[in-house]
């Protein structure tokens, strides 16, 4: 394990826009880090306040070349402020991260030339062609020109539009703007391409054909992912996970590790009254249960075979009753003890983010 020289207090003010490299970086792959062979990230004891607010609170992971490795978590648990400060746009406020192996405070530009983001909301300029937007991101990165037509190309082939490299982008459909700014992201050959949520907002036939065309280019570039989402479906896709709430690590597994450990099926059921329902369950049959979403939910092994017992024996009348394998929506309750929909509510990070926003403007 790299030994670290931790950050402390260190400056709050975000990092301007991406350089403009001198030199080639047409394949930043072939560019070694700083520490050569190792992880392509780490993180060591990340924390970010604004003003009185933890928004992310002493993060340690690590995510290994090739891995893809997601942040699960609702909005406003830390992930985007987590990936802004892997991406050397807010400093943190004291712990330590590298980036291909490059100190994301120290060695700012170093990691800048070697990673992709592909931001929550669209960064694209809409009076341009997709293929203008592609060469402009290529001379802010310094891509070789001989080596700019034959990468947009790549690109736009991988994501499927190069039937529209020439359209203006305002007359793009929001999943054709989300595949065009992946499509961006991975035009210079970082070595990390990071992903904030990157199908948010659409519907769930555009987000099953982005994930499609993620799924092929891990298969295609030899590259690392970092993506945050709040969809367990998306989740699945990972390598690993972690599970971030109200800025920490909760727990972090390969997915069918993380719903093994679960070990119980999930019951749901609606009664005639919840309240005495969940006092039954906890004074007859010793399980711990709780509302979730207008349902009593708890979990106990071989639900199926539980179910004909509960009706006979619970004392309440049972409106209704679902059985269920464990999920990551299941793994995110056993180990916060809400679901990710109840953790929503929140919202900390996104108001500690305007507040920053709003004192930076003064």
Request: aromatic share 6%.
């Amino acid at each position: 394990m790299a030994l670290f020289t931790r950050h402390s207090g260190a400056p709050s003010t975000a990092a301007g826009p991406a350089p403009a490299v001198a030199g080639a970086v047409a394949n930043g792959r072939a560019a070694a880090g700083a520490s050569g062979e190792g992880q392509a990230i780490e993180a060591r004891d990340l924390v970010r306040r604004f003003g009185t607010i933890d928004a992310v609170r002493g993060v340690s992971f690590e995510v290994a070349q090739g891995e893809t490795f997601g942040f699960l978590g609702p909005n406003g648990a830390g992930k985007s402020t987590t990936i802004s400060m892997l991406c050397t746009l807010l400093n943190p406020t004291s712990g330590v991260a590298k980036v291909a192996g490059y100190d994301v405070v120290a060695q700012r530009a170093e990691v800048r030339k070697r990673i992709g983001l592909v931001f929550q909301d669209t960064t694209l300029d809409d009076y341009l062609t997709a293929q203008e937007n592609l060469r402009f991101h290529a001379e802010l990165y310094g891509v070789a020109r001989s080596q700019t037509g034959p990468r947009i190309d790549d690109v736009l082939q991988m994501v499927g539009l190069v039937d529209r490299r020439d359209s203006v982008v305002r007359t793009f459909s929001g999943g054709m703007k989300r595949r065009l700014e992946i499509a961006r992201g991975l035009l210079h050959s970082p070595r990390v391409l990071f992903l904030d949520e990157p199908t948010v907002g659409l519907d769930p036939q555009t987000r099953a054909h982005i994930w499609g065309y993620i799924d092929e280019l891990r298969t295609r570039e030899a590259i690392t992912i970092f993506l945050t989402t709040h969809y367990m479906e998306e989740a699945e896709h990972c390598d690993r996970i972690a599970i971030i709430d109200e800025g920490r690590i909760v727990v972090e597994d390969s997915p069918a590790r993380l719903k093994a450990s679960v070990g119980q099926d999930r019951v749901e059921i609606s009664t005639a009254d919840d309240a005495a329902a969940i006092a039954a369950l906890r004074g007859h049959f010793s399980l711990d249960a709780a509302m979730s979403e207008g349902v009593v939910a708890f979990y106990v092994a071989q639900g199926e075979v539980f179910v004909p017992r509960l009706f006979a024996e619970l004392g309440v009348p049972i409106q209704s009753v679902s059985v269920a394998r464990p999920t990551l929506d299941d793994v995110f309750m056993n180990y916060t003890g809400r679901t990710i929909r109840d953790a929503e509510a929140s919202g900390s990070e996104r108001m500690a983010a305007s507040a920053w926003i709003r004192a930076r403007r003064r």
